[in-house]
């Protein structure tokens, strides 16, 4: 059976690629592990379109395991800003330094090892042993398992345990045992270029032939679509701090949650009173507040609603901390964050 799959998908895949495959993306160009797992981890949940300036600007900055390692985590959260999911960029660091602390400094070329590090999992490691031409694993990342689940009919969305195992399956019996770095850089880019998740372009799938779900007229129907639900809506107030020096206050988020170890406007409960804060938080005196236009930001799972309130505070700023401090607007070019709130800062 794995030979009939390897017919009928993988030597087609092949061929295709040698002809229309991507092949002068950045870390394609003098390619390592290293930076093989920088662009995989970017990838996670991300378009190559909008990773290729992240990456080049990335290993620009951190060219080395070594770098990035003894690089600064507001350094590489300043390069993920705007990238979005940033416990990747956190993980991203842990790992650099887990590697340089317990492997000398040597990337691991071992499955098992590669999925015990923060931000690694099955499909990473597959992707990073199989790029790198080092072992045939399996991956499974949101391309392969549009191509997997048309061509071979799986119903069902990826969230259930026996979908999943199913398409896990079925990438290991598709996966050739040579040639598989070739393979896996194909149908990655078969699901990027060609099986797209609408209209995909089927007449020039080197796979139509077999496809079940072109077969059947069904791509519009597979792979099975979640169900999604009514996305919820919170509510926050934003304070604009401004001190008569011309800095601003931010407030470093903690790790877990939206935009974690990031720095931010100071976040407060709708329901809690900006000026409240300032008097409990803030020795100086509130010359003037104004509250401006609310700005809507949506997340993958809900819609954040932003109430900024500008606040004029006489002096300056004099109880800095790790987690809040005063900055001046030239200061934002070098720090870590969220595009909404860099925005609000711009228009200052």
């Known amino acids: 059976m794995e030979q009939d799959y390897q017919k009928i998908i993988s030597k087609p895949l092949l061929k295709w690629w040698k002809i229309h495959g991507r092949k002068n993306l950045p870390w ?26 992240y990456f080049e600007r990335f290993i620009k900055r951190f060219p080395y395991l070594k770098t990035l390692a003894e690089g600064n985590i507001d350094d590489v959260l300043f390069l993920w800003s705007g990238l979005g999911y940033y416990s990747r ?22 499955f098992e090892t590669l999925i015990a590090l923060p931000g690694i999992g099955p499909s990473t490691a597959g992707a990073i042993l199989s790029l790198s031409n080092i072992q045939s694993v399996p991956i499974l990342d949101g391309n392969v398992k549009r191509v997997l689940a ?124 900006p000026l409240i804060w300032c008097k409990n938080n803030l020795s100086n005196r509130v010359i ?17 609603n932003m109430h900024p309130t500008e606040i004029n505070l006489e002096g300056k700023f004099t109880n800095p901390n790790k987690r809040i401090q005063s900055f001046k607007k030239s200061d934002i070019n070098k720090l870590g964050l969220a595009a909404p709130i860099k925005k609000i800062i711009n228009s200052l």
């Open 28 to 53: 394609q160009k003098n390619p390592s592990l290293y930076k093989t797992w920088v662009s995989e981890i970017m990838l996670q949940q991300t378009q190559v379109k909008t990773v290729i300036d």
């Open 89 to 110: 960029a956190r993980n991203l660091h842990l790992t650099a330094n887990i590697i340089k602390d317990e492997f000398k400094g040597r990337f691991p070329r071992n």
């Open 150 to 273: 048309r061509y071979f009919g799986v119903y069902g969305h990826y969230s259930k345990s026996a979908v999943n195992k199913k398409l896990w399956e079925l990438s290991a019996l598709t996966t050739p045992k040579e040639d598989y770095a070739i393979y896996t850089q194909a149908i990655m880019d078969l699901g990027a270029t060609i099986c797209l998740p609408r209209n995909p372009n089927c007449k020039k799938c080197p796979c139509i032939i077999d496809c079940f779900a072109y077969q059947e007229d069904l791509t519009d129907s597979l792979p099975t679509k979640k169900v999604s639900k009514e996305k919820k809506s919170v509510s926050e107030n934003i304070l604009i701090i401004k001190f008569e020096d011309g800095s601003f206050l931010l407030e470093k988020r903690h790790n877990d949650g939206i935009w974690g170890g990031l720095w931010s406007l100071p976040q407060l409960n709708i329901k809690e009173d």
């Open 288 to 304: 003037i507040s104004k509250k401006l236009e609310a700005i809507k930001h949506t997340f993958s799972h809900y819609h954040l």
